[in-house]
């Protein structure tokens, strides 16, 4: 049973990382992969991953329509996968000064400085179309 489950789990996580690749997120999977994406200059989203529902049911969804509809988005889009990569996640987690770790969530960062943050309470029981309306709200102020 447990060989089954981690196949499963296996499954789950190769879906949930395809499908951030598929939006165009880089995969950011060790800390010197975070440290290079939050120091190039312009702004850079930061897709804080995760198995749960509301990742790809809502956070992922959002992500890639956000990223393909809107006019205005930032020079860079990343990702780290909590509960994966756990060491790029505290990395990337240790740029969101002020919060406490979410996932899933979304970062907006300029020049390695935080602009604003998506927490999981604003995406999970929203509807997909809500946290694409934050995502471009976001791009638009700051991007």
């Known amino acids: 049973m447990n060989m089954n489950f981690n196949f499963f789990m296996n499954d789950v996580v190769a879906t949930a990382r395809k499908e951030a690749k598929d939006a165009g997120f880089d995969e950011l999977t060790t800390t010197e992969d975070v440290d290079a994406a939050m120091n190039k ?6 897709l804080v991953n995760s198995v749960c529902g509301c ?8 992500a890639a329509y956000a ?9 860079h889009v990343v990702t780290v996968f909590a509960g994966q990569d756990k060491e790029a996640t505290e990395k990337a987690r240790s740029y969101f000064t002020g919060y406490p770790p979410s996932s899933p969530s979304f970062a907006l960062l300029k020049d390695g400085e935080l602009l604003t943050m998506i927490e999981r309470h604003e995406i999970e029981g929203s509807e997909p179309i809500e946290v694409v309306q934050k995502l471009q709200e976001a791009f638009n102020q700051y991007c």
């Open 41 to 46: 200059e312009g702004t850079t989203l930061v």
């Open 55 to 62: 990742a790809g049911g809502i956070a992922r969804p959002a």
């Open 67 to 75: 990223l393909n509809k809107s006019e205005t988005k930032p020079n």
